[in-house]
């Protein structure tokens, strides 16, 4: 086992009832998509998002690994993320947001992944 799947393993999961089952960091509805890309298309340090969003620098940087070992995983959620997104273009009832998917009733489909 490499130090990065130890740390994944430490750090990350999946449960199916929370983020539509998308793997997050442990205890917190935090997406390794949402966090990863923060990071490397944000070009953000990972110990700077992870003090905006209160976990460990350690998650962060977990959360990374695990989404450059997954690139399959990780586009197939980047599809589902655009095809909302298009979909609440054309139909602005479309929940996308947190907030949004609670005033409607429903933990499915979230674009906060």
């Keep these: ?9 430490e750090w990350i999961t999946t ?12 205890n ?4 390794v998509h949402f966090l990863a890309t923060q990071v ?3 070009e953000e340090d990972p110990y700077a998002v992870a003090e905006k969003y209160g976990v460990s620098g350690e998650a962060v ?3 990374v690994d695990y989404y450059q070992s997954n690139p399959e995983k990780m586009a197939s959620i980047e599809r589902q993320r655009k095809a909302l997104f298009e979909e609440a273009e054309q139909n602005p009832g479309v929940p996308t947001s947190p907030a949004e998917l609670a005033e ?5 489909r979230s674009a906060s992944d």
């Design 1 to 9: 086992m490499t130090v990065g799947q130890s740390s994944t393993e």
């Design 15 to 26: 449960t199916p009832s929370v983020l539509d089952g998308k793997p997050r960091v442990k």
């Design 28 to 31: 917190t509805r935090l997406g």
């Design 40 to 42: 490397l298309e944000g």
């Design 61 to 63: 940087r977990a959360a």
């Design 104 to 108: 409607y009733g429903t933990k499915t």
